[in-house]
C-alpha cells in the first residue's frame, strides 16, 4: 500500500493503534517527493535527514506506549517564513539567503512538540510579496500559478506530498492558494496562532494557519499550533454534524458575488445550494465597506512592510527582486494620514462584520474571482466588465476577512475545465471549530477535496 | 504630497520624488524610477480612494486604538471560543 495515499487523520489512528510506523510514513512522503518535487518545485528545503531523525524518535516513542497526540508522526512542510531550528529560513529572497535559524518559531515548536514530523520548507514568493514569478507550479496545470504567498505550502498539501502544511495568511496568503490548488486552508482569528519567528509581512495584518486536504485535517493541524484549546483535536476524531439544521448562512449582498468567473459563480451558487439541501438557512447580509477593503489593507500592509525591511531596502537593494523593491519603497511614501484613515476604514469593515453576525453565523463567498490563472508576467486581468491586477483580483474576496481579524477557511467546491474552486466560509471572531464544524459536513457529503490533481496524479 | 483629488500624476510624482525619498530616509541611487513608478501611482490611487472614504463630521472622533478590534486582541493564543 502506498503510505501517502491515505489522509490525514486516518493515518494519524494508524500510527495511535501501532499499525503504521511514522518512520515509514516519513519514507514514503520523502520518496514521493523525490519523484513529484522537481515537476512542483513546492519545496525550497527538503530537511531529510532532520525529518528521519524526528520520524526514528517518534517511532521509538510509540513502541515504548508513549503517544505525543493525534499528529504524533504526521509529516507536515513548514512555509519559507517560519524560522525553523537547523534549516535554512530565506524568505524566498536573496536577502536572507542561508540564513539558518538556530530556534524553532514558536508555532514550529509546538508542532514538532505535538509530534509533527518536519519534512522540510515550502515555497514562498520573495518576503511574501505576490507579484511575479511564482516559484510553485500548480498540480492540476503546471502551467499554471499556486497563488500566494503559501503557494508552496499548497501545491504540496495538493500533490499528497505531506499531510498538511504551514502558511501564512496577510490579505489571503492561505485562502488563495487553498482555493486554486484544490485543498482546504484556514486562516484563523488574528492573534490566534502565534506570529513570533514568523518573517513579518505586515504585522497587524499577518496571520498563521494550516493548509491540509480537509476541515478535519485542519483542526487537528490547529490544535497543534495552539495552546489552548484541546477540543479541536476532539471535533477532528469525531464525525461531522450530520446535518447543518439551525445554521445561519450570510449571503453579501454587494461586492463579493460581483465580477465572478462564470465557473466560479456556478460552482459556488452550487456549493450554497448544497448548504440548504443540509439544513441551513439563508439571509443576506450587508457589508458596504468591503469595496474598500483593498485599498486600505494594502495601504496598511506596504507602510508596514516598508517600515520592516527599511534598512535592507537602503543597504542592500540589489538583493531584492525588482518588484518587490518598488512595492516596499512605494510603501515608504505613504502618508501618516493615509495610514491612519486606512486603520479607520478597516475598524469599519470590522464592525460591519460583527453586525452582520449578529444575524447570521456564516457568511459565504468565493474564495476567489477567478480560477489559477497561466504562469504568465502581467499587471492586467480582462474580467467581464473591467481590467484588474491579478493583485487586486485574486485578493480582493480575502481582504476584508483579514482585516477584520475574523476566522475564514477555503474548501474544495468544484472542478471547471479542469480546474479547481474555493468556497469561502467566513466566522465569527474566536470561532474556528464551528466554522470548521460547517466545512466538514459540507465535506462529508460532497468529494471534490478528495480529488488527486491531474498533473501529479499519475507521478 | 497630494492634489486636491488626492491622485497624483506621474510627472507629479516625479517631480516631487527626490523630496519624498529624502523625506522618507530613501537615497536616490536605490530606486528604480522605471519599476518604482507604476507601483507608486497605484498605491496612490489607493490611498486616495481612502482618503476619500466619508467619516462624516469634525464632530466624529477617530477611535482609539484599543477599539480596533483585532488589535486589541492578546498576541498569543488565549482567544478562547465561547
Known amino acids: 500500500m502506498d503510505v501517502t495515499e491515505m489522509g490525514l487523520v486516518d493515518a494519524s489512528r494508524r500510527i495511535h493503534a501501532g499499525e503504521l510506523s511514522p518512520l515509514e510514513l516519513t519514507h514514503g512522503y520523502l520518496d514521493r517527493i523525490d519523484v513529484v518535487d522537481p515537476h512542483v518545485r513546492s519545496f525550497s528545503t527538503v530537511a531529510r535527514e532532520q525529518a528521519l531523525a524526528q520520524a526514528r524518535e517518534r517511532t521509538a516513542e510509540i513502541a515504548a506506549g508513549a503517544w505525543r497526540g493525534p499528529l504524533h508522526g504526521i509529516p507536515i512542510a513548514i512555509k519559507d517564513l517560519v524560522a525553523t531550528d537547523g534549516v535554512e529560513t530565506a524568505a524566498g529572497s536573496k536577502v536572507l539567503e542561508g540564513h539558518v535559524p538556530h530556534f524553532d518559531a514558536p508555532v514550529a515548536f509546538q508542532l514538532r512538540a505535538a509530534g509533527a514530523v518536519i519534512l522540510g520548507k515550502a515555497v514562498t514568493h520573495e518576503f511574501a510579496i505576490d507579484v511575479y514569478c511564482p516559484p510553485a507550479r500548480n498540480p492540476w496545470d503546471l502551467d499554471r500559478i499556486t497563488g500566494g504567498s503559501s503557494g508552496g505550502s499548497a501545491a504540496a498539501v495538493a500533490s499528497r506530498l505531506c499531510l498538511g502544511a504551514v502558511g501564512t495568511d496577510t490579505s489571503g496568503s492561505i485562502r488563495i492558494p487553498a482555493s486554486l490548488c484544490g485543498v482546504s486552508g484556514l486562516k484563523p482569528t488574528f492573534g490566534r496562532v502565534n506570529c513570533d519567528g514568523v518573517v513579518p509581512f505586515s504585522w497587524s495584518l499577518d496571520h498563521v494557519g494550516p493548509i491540509a486536504m480537509t476541515a478535519a485535517d485542519l483542526a487537528l493541524l490547529l490544535g497543534g499550533m495552539v495552546d489552548d484549546d484541546d477540543e479541536l483535536f476532539g471535533t477532528a476524531h469525531k464525525e461531522p454534524p450530520a446535518d447543518l439544521d439551525g445554521v445561519r448562512i450570510g449571503w453579501p449582498t454587494s461586492y463579493f458575488f460581483d465580477e465572478l468567473d462564470t465557473r466560479v459563480a456556478d460552482s459556488v451558487n452550487a456549493a450554497v445550494s448544497e448548504l440548504v439541501r443540509l439544513g441551513a438557512t439563508v439571509s443576506k447580509v450587508d457589508l458596504p465597506s468591503a469595496e474598500h477593503a483593498i485599498a486600505a489593507g494594502d495601504v496598511l500592509t506596504f507602510a508596514e512592510a516598508s517600515l520592516y525591511h527599511r534598512r535592507w531596502i537602503e543597504e542592500r537593494p540589489a538583493e531584492y527582486q525588482a518588484e518587490t523593491l518598488a512595492n516596499f519603497q512605494a510603501g515608504a511614501l505613504i502618508l501618516a494620514v493615509d495610514y491612519l484613515q486606512a486603520q479607520r476604514v478597516r475598524d469599519r469593515i470590522a464592525q460591519e462584520f460583527a453586525a452582520a453576525f449578529r444575524e447570521v453565523d456564516v457568511i459565504v463567498a468565493p474564495s476567489t474571482p477567478i480560477q489559477a490563472m497561466a504562469n504568465t508576467v502581467t499587471r492586467s486581468l480582462d474580467l467581464k466588465s473591467r481590467s484588474e491586477s491579478p493583485l487586486d483580483a485574486y485578493g480582493r474576496l480575502t481582504y476584508p476577512a483579514s482585516l477584520a481579524g475574523i476566522p475564514a477557511v477555503s474548501i474544495p467546491c468544484g472542478i471547471s475545465e479542469g480546474l479547481p474552486v474555493g468556497l469561502q466560509l467566513i466566522g465569527r471572531h474566536g470561532q474556528e471549530r464551528r466554522l470548521l464544524a460547517v466545512a466538514a459536513t459540507y465535506q462529508a457529503v460532497t468529494d471534490w477535496h478528495q480529488t488527486i490533481p491531474t498533473a501529479v496524479a499519475n507521478l | ?82
Do not use: C, N
Not at chain 2, 536605490?30 to 482618503?51: I, T
Open chain 2, 1 to 82: 504630497m497630494g492634489t486636491d483629488d488626492g491622485i497624483r500624476s506621474s510627472t507629479e510624482i516625479v517631480d516631487g520624488l527626490d523630496a519624498a525619498l529624502r523625506a522618507a530616509g530613501l537615497s536616490r541611487e536605490a530606486v528604480d524610477q522605471d519599476v518604482l513608478l507604476p507601483w507608486l501611482e497605484e498605491l496612490e490611487a489607493k490611498a486616495a480612494s481612502v482618503r476619500a472614504v466619508d467619516f462624516g463630521t469634525v464632530w466624529q472622533t477617530p477611535p482609539a486604538f484599543t477599539q480596533y478590534r483585532p488589535l486589541a486582541e492578546p498576541r498569543r493564543s488565549h482567544a478562547r471560543e465561547a
